[in-house]
């Protein structure tokens, strides 16, 4: 018994690292991730713990960003939320310790951060 339930757990932290480590959508060479517009969010953890994010284009269609979005993202240096995001789940952004410059484009729309 011991031994199949040290195999579960150690299949259940394998993929929760898994998870963590996984980017929404792969950056290209130069770290950069084009959004497409046929997006209108980014979920929760989309991008948690992708280090190799560097710049993200986010298009008008998304209106929210999720909580754990870009966590991790250490790389990630700037960021330009568009006019059309209006909510902004908790800790987006945290442990992307790289990130200096957040630029609200246009008459932003944000109620909820």
Request: charged share 5%; aromatic share 10%.
């Amino acid at each position: 018994m011991w031994i199949h339930l040290s195999l579960v757990l150690v299949l259940a932290l394998w993929q929760t690292w898994e998870v963590m480590a996984e980017c929404a959508i792969e950056p290209d060479s130069m770290g950069h991730v084009t959004i497409p517009s046929s997006w209108n969010s980014i979920g929760a953890s989309a991008f948690k713990g992708c280090s190799t994010l560097a710049s993200i284009t986010i298009p008008t269609s998304v209106t929210s960003i999720g909580s754990w979005a870009f966590y991790g993202c250490w790389r990630l240096a700037s960021i330009a939320i568009p006019a059309s995001v209006t909510s902004i789940g908790n800790v987006a952004f945290r442990g992307a310790s790289s990130l200096t410059t957040v630029t609200f484009e246009g008459t932003s729309s944000l109620t909820t951060i």
